[in-house]
């Protein structure tokens, strides 16, 4: 897996913590949500090209 995509899926997890803990920042948990879909679809895109960087 890409590095990128790590580090990606990384933030995506940590901005649904902080978000889940706080109602002012509710919007971080709809950021995470977006960068988890954005890093999935990258993910199965590199899976079905057969996952050549």
């Given at each position: 897996?890409?590095?990128a995509?790590?580090?990606?899926?990384?933030?995506?997890?940590?901005?649904?913590?902080?978000?889940?803990?706080?109602?002012?920042?509710?919007?971080?948990?709809?950021v995470?949500?977006?960068?988890?879909?954005?890093?999935?679809?990258?993910?199965?895109?590199?899976?079905?090209?057969?996952g050549?960087?």
């Amino acid at each position: 897996m890409n590095i990128a995509l790590i580090i990606i899926i990384i933030v995506a997890i940590v901005l649904a913590i902080v978000g889940g803990m706080s109602q002012a920042l509710n919007w971080l948990l709809w950021v995470a949500l977006i960068v988890g879909v954005i890093a999935l679809i990258a993910f199965l895109l590199r899976v079905v090209r057969g996952g050549r960087a």
